[in-house]
């Protein structure tokens, strides 16, 4: 296996096995452009609240399993935390697994099949005020140790026990809002796909969370933010990523969104310097396609020479009936430093049968493209369940 | 003088019967009518046709049990008689005159309005329910006939809410078989392309072959012509695509290396689209036949290659989603013997 090819599998494998609770940034092709609409975070993943649940279970899961006459308000009601509707006006638990079946290598000699627990995570939000004006959110769970961190010092330092989200926040007003804790940082579109390229490359993965401030300004046609970040102070001082991010998305012609975004951050070690532009529109009910297309320059301390990267992302959703989405995912990879790209296709399907429940199939067909050798295909075959409560 | 007085008394008394006959016909009729059984006003005008089929209230009770019963061609009959022999002057002055008529005056004089309408309505309903199965020259023919009283029923001043529900139900009929009719354009299209080539080095004079594979990316551009309605599309496209490819043997004892070396294709082939989805985005395959040449060059000694001039074939999964005039297309499949995916990128622009 040439050099590339190494390199492609260390980083597939580094960030295939990870998760948490996503946004769906597709959801556009519903009508949903904002993230705030059915997350507490205003930049989508964590918990859902009360509407995001009964969007999930109305809008967006499938309706084979209930019965044809079961009215849909009634459904929407039993997507609340274990399937009844809260009491309390003030708290909201949450509970989020993932699992992943991952076979690596279709058809190459040395393939081998993994079931890796990706996620299982208690939350609890905590609202209060007249119009639920503060907001307190706090994950708790298991996470596993990212395969490129295993066997390291910071991966010896991480616990597979651990929080990955928490924060407080305060909306003085519905459009604004200001944001303290632990969070993954505003750039770009917050694709579910850790292993993407748009994710991997500005190192917006699993683990990658920091403390910081996030203002958060929206509108029906205009959303921005701003995150001014010290790292995760649960991470040694060393490699907390400190700096901040901006992003911005306006919405063109009803049913487009498009967006820019900026972020510079540094460690002991590295420096990065992130840019992407990005667009989300909604092709016609349950159709979307999504496009990012970024640079980021990394400069490590030392010696070491600038690397730029850059990274594009084209990703259609189609809805072929309620609860079932067929993806189409075209991704490209390249840096300064070899002649080296990288393209990707990714099919695959996404279901969610009922609420609570997403299962999804991708297989992804990687080429890499190297004026110094030529390697085969690489096949990976990716099974996710996603349940929560 | 008293044979003559006895005829009239004669006939008074037999006039006077088929009068009297006609009425209680007249009322059966429409007691049938109004008990909902249109079939009994058939039967009794059947029996009594030649006092009947002089008097316009027997007529449009016979025309509305035919209505009833959706022998709409047989209801048109009635009508027309209706018009022919008891409106035909007024029907003349109205077809002749090419302004709008008042309408009051004419529900008060005749009933042409009437007539007009229920054959402009049992002519569209003719049209609405024909199928592919009619001749086309019948189902014209109603069509033209319900638009031609739908200009009449103008030109009387009838209700325009009344006139817009029958030229909807027409409307509605051409959209439909609009759809379902397959029309054909041609399209131009561009792709960003890669594949794989198995290539064999053979040593003529051993005869030994070694592995080369090769990795291909480049661009095309292509014409097609396709046929589509509301659900399909079929197709029938070429492409020709230019690519530059790195080779490399796959057996580390032989070291042969080149890129940036020249490989060209067509591709032709027929395919199709579902649309089920939307009318926007399309799920579909294609069935390409390939020609690829590779100008990859020979090492010095006694060597040739295999499979550098290849004939292929094979199968793409394809998706598309237009925004306006153009779509973009992805493609991804296997083109055999090829070793590895084909896949391409790009846009579609139908003319």
């Known amino acids: 296996m040439n050099k590339a090819a190494s390199l492609l599998t260390i980083l597939l494998c580094s960030y295939l096995f990870s998760s948490k609770a996503y946004s769906y940034p597709h959801f556009i092709s519903h009508g949903y452009n904002s993230c705030i609409t059915c997350h507490y975070n205003p930049f989508g993943n964590g918990p859902i609240n009360d509407y995001g649940r009964a969007v999930s279970g109305t809008a967006v899961s499938g309706r084979e399993f209930y019965d044809e006459h079961k009215p849909e308000d009634l459904i929407a009601s039993e997507t609340a935390f274990f399937f009844k509707e809260s009491t309390s006006k003030h708290f909201r638990p949450f509970i989020g697994f993932r699992g992943l079946l991952y076979k690596a290598n279709l058809g190459q000699e040395g393939s081998k099949t993994d079931f890796i627990n990706m996620q299982l995570d208690a939350n609890l939000v905590a609202k209060f005020g007249e119009k639920d004006q503060w907001i307190m959110s706090g994950t708790f769970g298991y996470a596993p140790i990212p395969r ?5 010092a910071a991966g010896d330092a991480m616990k597979e026990y651990r929080t990955r989200e928490h924060y407080i926040g305060y909306r003085p007003k519905p459009n604004f809002g200001i944001y303290f804790g632990l969070m993954d940082k505003p750039f770009g579109i917050r694709v579910v796909e850790h292993n993407s390229f748009s994710r991997i490359t500005p190192q917006l993965t699993m683990d990658d969370q920091a403390h910081g401030m996030i203002l958060h300004y929206s509108n029906p046609t205009f959303e921005a933010g701003l995150d001014a970040f010290v790292g995760n102070l649960l991470n040694k001082e060393d490699i907390r990523m400190k700096g901040m991010s901006a992003t911005f998305e306006q919405t063109v012609f009803e049913k487009n969104r498009i967006g820019a975004s900026f972020m510079t951050q540094k460690n002991t070690y590295l420096k990065m310097l992130s840019t992407a532009i990005h667009s989300r529109s909604q092709i016609t009910h349950g159709t979307s396609v999504l496009f990012e297309l970024g640079k980021v320059d990394k400069t490590p301390e030392g010696a070491s020479p600038k690397r730029s990267e850059y990274y594009a992302l084209l990703q259609n959703h189609i809805r072929t009936n309620r609860g079932l989405y067929f993806l189409n995912s075209v991704e490209y990879y390249k840096n300064n430093l070899d002649k080296n790209y990288r393209v990707r296709f990714g099919p695959g399907l996404q279901y969610f049968p009922f609420s609570k429940l997403e299962l999804r199939t991708d297989v992804y067909n990687t080429r890499n493209f190297n004026q110094e050798a030529t390697s085969k295909d690489r096949w990976d075959l990716l099974m996710q369940v996603h349940a929560w409560f | 003088m008293k044979k003559i007085n006895t005829l009239i008394l004669l006939l008074s008394i037999s006039q006077a019967y088929a ?23 058939e039967e009794i005008f059947d029996n009594n046709d030649s006092a009947l089929g002089k008097n316009w209230m027997a007529l449009e009770r016979l025309a509305l049990s035919f209505e009833r019963r959706n022998k709409f061609e047989k209801a048109i009959d009635v009508y027309r008689k209706l018009i022919v022999t008891f409106n035909q002057d007024a029907n003349k002055a109205i077809v002749q005159n090419p302004k709008p008529l008042v ?3 004419l529900y008060t004089t005749n009933k042409l309005p009437y007539y007009y309408y229920k054959l402009a309505f049992l002519n569209a309903q003719l049209f609405v329910s024909s199928n592919k199965y009619m001749p086309a020259p019948e189902r014209i023919k109603y069509k033209e006939n319900a638009e031609g009283y739908i200009g009449l029923l103008k030109k009387v001043n009838a209700d325009a809410g009344e006139i817009k529900l029958i030229e909807d ?5 051409i959209k439909t078989e609009d759809q379902l009719a397959y029309k054909g354009n041609w399209y131009a299209l561009m792709d960003i392309i890669s594949w794989q080539d198995r290539v064999y080095l053979k040593n003529k004079a051993t005869g030994s072959k070694t592995n080369l594979l090769s990795t291909a990316i480049g661009s095309s551009i292509g014409l097609g012509r396709k046929w589509s309605n509301s659900k399909y599309e079929f197709n029938m496209e070429g492409m020709y695509s230019y690519a530059t490819s790195t080779i490399n043997s796959e057996d580390p004892a032989v070291n042969y290396i080149q890129s940036s070396v020249p490989v060209s294709s067509i591709i032709v082939g027929p395919g199709m689209y579902y649309k089920v989805f939307s009318e926007k985005v399309f799920v579909g395959v294609q069935l390409p036949f390939s020609y690829r040449k590779g100008n990859w060059t020979l090492p010095a000694g006694t060597y040739e290659f295999e499979n550098d001039i290849q004939l292929g074939a094979g199968y793409f999964f394809q998706v598309k989603f237009y925004i306006g005039n153009i779509a973009v297309v992805s493609r991804l499949g296997k083109i055999f013997p090829n070793p590895a995916s084909h896949w391409s990128i790009g846009a579609v622009y139908d003319f």
Do not use: F, R
């Open chain 2, 103 to 105: 309408a009051e005056n």
């Open chain 2, 19 to 41: 009068t009297s006959d006609v009425e209680t016909d007249l009322k059966k009729m429409q007691l049938s009518l109004d008990k909902n059984n249109p079939e009994n006003v």
């Open chain 1, 148 to 152: 490129a961190l295993q066997n390291t």
């Open chain 2, 169 to 173: 139900q027409i409307d509605e009929k």
